[in-house]
């Protein structure tokens, strides 16, 4: 079986723009005050000002996973250091791997409702794909894993593919023989 995705990683382009700002301005300052010094200091601290911005600003959509036969490899972006670590240097990302054997139990999280602001969708519960994945809306599967950590896998930026959703969570309760559990949420 080749390696099934799922959600968003975090990619190169809030890298390039981060450190294209701190290269400008540092570049400016040199410009027009000619010291070395200001001018790499002003453009590092850019540097990490547009990099805390981009860190910050990041949806919580963003949390990269993948199965293949042997498990799952899952990119954590809740922790706000991660997501920092991520911007700056997104070729350097530490991922959990875990094997099927090590699940406890599988918990299908989904939310209760969509919360748009108000006539954001014109009265009907219908959204295009762009709309609805900025919707905070949980989607996700909450695992369990022997040791008793819990990871959750991120299906918000996914939805819309419901046979692939299927097949990974009947894959998943196959390969760890457990059964599947859902929670609706309720708030």
């Not at 070395?36 to 002003?42: K, M, P, Q, S």
Request: net charge negative.
């Amino acid at each position: 079986m080749d390696s099934i995705g799922f959600g968003r990683k975090i990619n190169y382009t809030p890298m390039l723009v981060s450190w294209a700002v701190g290269l400008i301005v540092g570049l400016l300052i040199f410009i027009f005050s000619h010291q070395w010094l200001l001018a790499v200091i002003l453009g590092i601290t850019f540097l990490v000002i547009s990099a805390l911005i981009f860190a910050r600003s990041l949806s919580d959509f963003y949390g990269y996973w993948e199965v293949d036969d042997k498990g799952i490899k899952s990119h954590n972006y809740l922790n706000f250091s991660v997501r920092l670590q991520s911007v700056l240097f997104p070729f350097y990302e530490e991922q959990d791997k875990f094997e099927f054997k090590d699940i406890k139990s599988l918990t299908v999280v989904v939310g209760k409702e969509m919360n748009a602001p108000a006539n954001i969708l014109g009265g009907s519960f219908y959204a295009p794909k762009k709309i609805m994945f900025h919707l905070p809306t949980p989607y996700y599967l909450e695992l369990t894993l022997k040791d008793g950590r819990q990871i959750n896998l991120d299906l918000s930026a996914d939805w819309d593919d419901s046979e692939t959703i299927e097949y990974i969570i009947a894959l998943i309760c196959s390969e760890a023989e457990i059964p599947a559990d859902i929670v609706k949420q309720s708030n």
